[in-house]
């Protein structure tokens, strides 16, 4: 599975503990390598039965969805609302 290397941060997680939740979850064998010959991605080989591929797989893209749900989230909402603001309104982004 090839990823765009700025996801590697968001697969691997804090001292590996997304990549060792992602293992532990799904049973698969998970290993990240450089890809060869394309410098902006990564390459995440993913082995075991076919249940336990598609888990892994739907397992890295929610985690990096929700990632960046995170990092969005922080970029456009204030850190310290005002106290007049009670509510938020969200839009969907192209």
């Not at 290993?31 to 991605?41: H, M, N, T, V």
Request: avoid cysteine; charged fraction near 15%; aromatic fraction near 8%.
């Amino acid at each position: 599975m090839q990823v765009p290397l700025s996801y590697a941060e968001d697969i691997i997680g804090v001292a590996g503990s997304n990549i060792a939740y992602i293992r532990r979850t799904s049973g698969a064998i998970l290993s990240i390598q450089e890809s060869r010959g394309l410098p902006d991605e990564i390459t995440v080989e993913i082995k075991g039965t076919s249940s336990q591929v598609q888990m892994a797989q739907q397992l890295i893209q929610v985690g990096v969805f929700n990632s960046k749900l995170v990092l969005l989230s922080t970029n456009f909402f204030p850190q310290h609302p005002p106290p007049h603001a009670h509510t938020y309104s969200f839009t969907r982004l192209p």
